[in-house]
DNA sequence: AACTCCTGTCTGGCTGGTTGCTGATTCTTG
DNA sequence: CAAGAATCAGCAACCAGCCAGACAGGAGTT
């Protein structure tokens, strides 16, 4: 099976990288001018599509959900962010006025750090090393978001929704009594709407991986007892 | 609908940046240590998993294709590349040696250019100008990788298919006599694993669009002959 | 206690995957 | 340049998986 390979190769070289460069980015950013340390509460906007792009952020602690919505009322997710993710990196294309087209909503409780764009531009030019780490950071922007891509090509629903459990382990995942729980409280509406399903799908493969014994539910959070296992339950 | 306003604002801001970085990385890039100007044709690979990150490219003509073979024989898409990419991003996370995970093809005959990691990190450290564009580059990747998440996402196959060719349109356009033609030379098995389904349906989806007028193929060349209508054509 | 949001389950219906075969195109090689 | 090989496109029949829609009970909130 291949899938745990990536899953582990991806996580060594994330969280290496997230060591390095997170804490002294973050060091890096504050010093700026017209930066901002922020706290935003679940559920809360970060910004809106249509907003003007000229900050760019950083995130230090909990999640943040990239999201489209559809004048259908369709909404959905293009990137559930883990700690150390660099977003709004929009803004830094150059020169010309831009607007964000995606939601950012704070799924969990969020720290964050944000600068003008024109400071971050400024504070590379100032010091290459600056540049080189926002580059590492949006290396992994990059991979996590291409093995998002291998998730969704996986044409049945089952092998989606475990690719996605695995993808959640490596992001979001803290080691439990047994097993790894995913530190996230998870509707199963979310869910769907980061995998292209619905809601009613969901819950029947959650239940019946429930039912197989791979995973447990407790107050929205799952714990996975076994990824190894669960990896092997592609078709 | 809001797909036409995804792809003109992606495109407007990936070809400004383009037009910008692209020229200037490529001379820049060529006058490294160890840098080299390769010619790649149709359907040669440029690496294979498991080969060591060692080099950074710069596509400068052409296309290529990161896939993901598995065991099972079933090969996925992760991204088509257009002009003027960075790919191979990864070698320049941190120190530590790591291998490509995925395979890269030259889909079309290929002009690209190439250098160390190590050279790279030092001409950034050297001119923090380079880490900018390159931290420009990698946004558009960012974007254009989360673009096709979103084309992923629809859950009927036909609204996948007329989303990714909107995406192809804006990567590979080319203006026709009628319409855009698609440059790439893209079978439907092709086609098929970028958008995670089958030969067969994908064979009777291009039918259809084909009877109701909204593209024609010759030689395995698609020309959309509205893009805007064919947007309309979301479920 | 009232309310909202979430989970679980059912039925019917259709999309899209699977398999198998045929003829057309394109590529390779003598 | 032509013959053979390989890949590709199109068609048909079958059937499973998933979506839509609807409803009831549960969990969490104020």
New interface residues.
């Given amino acids: 099976?291949?899938f745990p390979?990536?899953a582990s190769?991806s996580q060594t070289?994330g969280s290496?990288?997230d060591a390095?460069?997170g804490g002294t980015l973050t060091a890096i950013i504050r010093c700026l001018a017209g930066s901002s340390l922020d706290l935003v509460e679940r559920g809360k906007t970060i910004f809106l599509p249509g907003d003007p792009a000229e900050r760019v952020y950083l995130l230090r602690c909990g999640a943040v959900r990239?999201s489209?919505v559809?004048?259908s009322g369709e909404e959905?997710?293009?990137?559930l962010l883990r700690e150390n993710s660099l977003f709004g990196?929009?803004s830094?294309?150059?020169g010309?006025r831009?607007?964000r087209?995606?939601h950012a909503v704070a799924f969990t409780r969020v720290e964050m750090i944000s600068a003008p764009a024109a400071s971050v531009?400024q504070a590379?030019?100032?010091?290459?090393?600056?540049?080189?780490m926002?580059?590492?950071g949006?290396?992994?922007?990059?991979?996590q978001?291409?093995t998002?891509?291998?998730t969704?090509?996986?044409?049945d629903m089952s092998s989606r929704l475990v690719s996605f459990l695995l993808v959640l382990c490596r992001d979001f995942g803290v080691p439990a009594d047994q097993g790894i729980t995913i530190d996230l409280r998870l509707s199963h509406q979310a869910i769907a709407?980061?995998?292209?399903?619905?809601r009613v799908t969901i819950t029947r493969l959650l239940g019946d991986l429930r039912s197989e014994g791979m995973l447990r539910i407790d107050r929205k959070k799952i714990t996975i007892f076994d990824p190894v296992a669960l990896s092997r339950r592609f078709s």
């Fill in positions: 099976m291949s390979q990536t190769s070289s290496v990288t390095i460069t990239l489209r559809y004048e959905i997710t293009v990137a990196v929009l830094l294309l150059t010309h831009s607007d087209f995606y531009r590379i030019e100032a010091d290459a090393r600056v540049g080189l926002m580059l590492q949006l290396s992994c922007r990059v991979l978001t291409e998002m891509i291998e969704l090509t996986h044409r709407e980061a995998i292209g399903s619905t």
